[in-house]
């Protein structure tokens, strides 16, 4: 029994450095910064007009078509959300 509770049992935070030392940085500083810039509008309107119109219907029960063809109506609602959402 105590085995198995030493083997599941947290381990404490180990200091991550000796290992981070290893690792190839992928991601340079620019590019972080360019990742962390807050969604715009228009990368928004972008990426509902990417998604299949007729695909699997989101929790709402609607697919990305309803939302293609009244994106006049609800294109700024939509927008502010998604900002808010992705940006906090």
């Known amino acids: 029994m105590e085995f198995y509770a030493n083997l599941f049992t947290r381990q404490e935070v180990l200091d ?3 290992v981070l030392e290893h690792v ?3 991601v340079t500083l620019d590019m972080n910064e360019e990742l962390l810039k807050p969604f715009t509008a228009k990368e928004v309107r972008r990426a509902v007009f ?3 119109a007729n695909k699997a219907p989101g929790p709402d029960g609607l697919t990305a078509g309803f939302y293609q063809f009244h994106w006049e109506l609800l294109g700024t ?3 502010v ?3 808010q959402f992705w940006n906090s």
């Open 16 to 18: 991550p450095g000796p």
């Open 77 to 79: 609602s939509i927008s």
């Open 24 to 26: 190839v940085e992928r």
């Open 81 to 83: 959300l998604q900002q």
């Open 50 to 52: 990417m998604m299949g």
